[in-house]
C-alpha cells in the first residue's frame, strides 16, 4: 500500500528564512500531490497542487517540486514569517473504488521564530 | 473557495451514547463527502466516503455498524458514532471533493471535537 512519509520533528527556523519540508511517497507515483496546512484544531486548508507532470509549481511565497524519481516533493516558504507557523500536510490523490480519494502524511510542523 | 460545515464542533458525551455530527456543504451541492478521523500529532485517516443517495464506502478496518454515514442531500452528510468508547474520542473531520477536468481539491469542515468520557 502507498506510504507517506514526512518529517515528524517539527522545523524551528528564523523569521525571513527559507523553510523546507519533505514528504517522500512509496510505490507508484500519484497523478496529483497536494499540500496542506493545519493548524491547531482545525481542518486542514488547500495550499498547492502539483501533477506527475510538473516539476515545480509557484504560488506567492510557497513553492513545491515533485521529483517522481525520487519519489519526493519539497514545500518551500520563502521569506518566512511567524504566522506561518502550523502543520504542513502532504497528501496523493489516488483513484480507487470509481473515485479520488486522499491519502495524508502525518504532517510536518513549523515554527517560525521573530 | 467552498464552504463546509460542520455541527458541533465540541461533544463531550458518556461512554454508550450515540452521537451524531453534521457535516454541510454551504454554497455548492456536493454529490461526495469524505469523513476523516485524527488522533492527537497523527495524520488524517480516510474513514468512509460518503456519497448521495447511496450507501457509504467505508475503508479498511473501520466498522460501518459502528459508524452510521448518511447523506440524504447533496448539502448534508452525517456520522454517527454508535455506543461511543473512550477510544473514540478523536478529532472528525468532513471534507468534499470539487472536481473537473484540471484541478481536484478538497475543502475541509473545521472539525468536531469527540470528547468520550
Known amino acids: 500500500s502507498q506510504k507517506i512519509e514526512q518529517n515528524s520533528e517539527a522545523l524551528n527556523i528564523q523569521e525571513g528564512k527559507t523553510a523546507t519540508l519533505t514528504c517522500n511517497y512509496t510505490n507508484y507515483s500519484p497523478a496529483y500531490l497536494q499540500w496542506y496546512r493545519q493548524d491547531p484544531g482545525r481542518g486542514p486548508v488547500f495550499l498547492l497542487l502539483?501533477?506527475?507532470?510538473?516539476k515545480e509549481k509557484r504560488k506567492e511565497r510557497l513553492k513545491v517540486t515533485f521529483d517522481t524519481t525520487l519519489k519526493q516533493s519539497l514545500f518551500h516558504i520563502t521569506a518566512s514569517q511567524p504566522a506561518d507557523s502550523a502543520t504542513y500536510l502532504c497528501a496523493l490523490l489516488m483513484f480507487s473504488g470509481g473515485y479520488n480519494k486522499l491519502i495524508f502524511g502525518a504532517g510536518t510542523r513549523l515554527a517560525v521564530h521573530p | 473557495g467552498a464552504v463546509v460545515s460542520q455541527h458541533p464542533s465540541r461533544v463531550i458525551c458518556k461512554s454508550g451514547t450515540s452521537v451524531k455530527i453534521e457535516c454541510r456543504s454551504l454554497?455548492?451541492?456536493?454529490?461526495?463527502m469524505f469523513w476523516y478521523r485524527q488522533f492527537p500529532k497523527q495524520s488524517l485517516m480516510l474513514m468512509a466516503t460518503s456519497n448521495e443517495g447511496s450507501k457509504a464506502t467505508y475503508e479498511q478496518g473501520v466498522e460501518k455498524d459502528k459508524f452510521l454515514i448518511n447523506h440524504a442531500s447533496l448539502t448534508l452528510s452525517t456520522l454517527t458514532v454508535t455506543s461511543a468508547h473512550p477510544e473514540d474520542s478523536s478529532f472528525y473531520i468532513c471534507?468534499?471533493?470539487?472536481?473537473?477536468?484540471?484541478?481536484?481539491?478538497?475543502?475541509f469542515g473545521p472539525g468536531t471535537r469527540l470528547t468520550v468520557l
Open positions: 454554497d455548492f451541492q456536493a454529490t461526495t
Open positions: 502539483i501533477r506527475e507532470n510538473e
Open positions: 471534507s468534499t471533493l470539487i472536481a473537473d477536468s484540471s484541478y481536484n481539491e478538497q475543502f
